[in-house]
T-cell receptor, first 112, second 116 residues
Framework: KNQVEQSPQSLIILEGKNCTLQ??????????LRWYKQDTGRGPVSLTI?????NTKSNGRYTATLDADTKQSSLHITASQLSDSASYIC???????????FGAGTQVVVTP | DGGITQSPKYLFRKEGQNVTLSCEQN?????MYWYRQDPGQGLRLIYY???????QKGDIAEGYSVSREKKESFPLTVTSAQKNPTAFYLC???????????????FGEGSRLTVL
């Protein structure tokens, strides 16, 4: 069973609107959680990294939150742009060294 | 600029052939990884290496082989034993966290392998 679950699988939003992506995990012990953006046919690029003690972290129009008690994270995209169309992947690091646990990603499509 | 370079970007293979995907990094990272990405699934670990001349099997190593003769290079060979090799392959690297903390994963641009 995957230890990192993302929802929704995909979503379509109008340009300028906001959206929120969810990530639930069961990885233990927990080290940190990262959100990556992956454009079609490209490699993933890191957006944010959050450790156990951090609740919120922003990177421009992207804001990530973490609730370590409930093992949930969210990524909020504000005032979406066409360039935000991509897959967003939640990656949790924990357990033994070098083991990154990946969610299946949320495919976001921003339409004009 | 520092980064990870994968080649080729696109590769076609006939059944029964072995093919090798190249991965080079100039970030001076100790750890390197190969992942396979299929539609609707999370990245799956094929092999990883924490240090030169050493590597470990990941979750789906069957039908693949690697080498780590240099710190900068971690090539992946997809052998004829891999029955379903059509996929997007991603190479990544990270700093070796001596305190136990694992560094950020940096990814290459990927290689798309198609079996004809």
């Amino acid at each position: 069973k995957n230890q990192v679950e993302q929802s929704p699988q995909s979503l379509i939003i109008l340009e300028g609107k906001n959206c929120t992506l969810q990530c639930n995990y069961t990885v233990s012990p927990f080290s940190n959680l990262r959100w990556y953006k992956q454009d079609t046919g490209r490699g993933p690029v890191s957006l944010t990294i959050m450790t156990f003690s951090e609740n919120t972290k922003s990177n421009g129009r992207y804001t990530a939150t973490l609730d370590a008690d409930t093992k949930q994270s969210s990524l909020h995209i504000t005032a979406s742009q066409l360039s935000d169309s991509a897959s967003y992947i939640c990656v949790v690091t924990g357990g033994s060294w070098g083991k990154f646990q990946f969610g299946a990603g949320t495919q976001v499509v921003v339409t004009p | 600029d520092g980064g990870i370079t994968q080649s080729p970007k696109y590769l076609f293979r006939k059944e029964g052939q072995n093919v090798t995907l190249s991965c080079e990094q100039n970030l001076n990272h100790d750890a390197m990884y190969w992942y396979r990405q299929d539609p609707g699934q999370g990245l799956r670990l094929i092999y990883y290496s924490q240090i030169v001349n050493d590597f470990q099997k990941g979750d789906i190593a069957e039908g693949y082989s690697v080498s780590r003769e240099k710190k900068e290079s971690f090539p992946l060979t997809v052998t004829s034993a891999q029955k379903n090799p059509t996929a997007f392959y991603l190479c990544a690297s990270s700093i070796h966290g001596t305190s136990g903390r694992v560094g950020e994963l940096f990814f290459g641009e990927g290689s798309r392998l198609t079996v004809l």
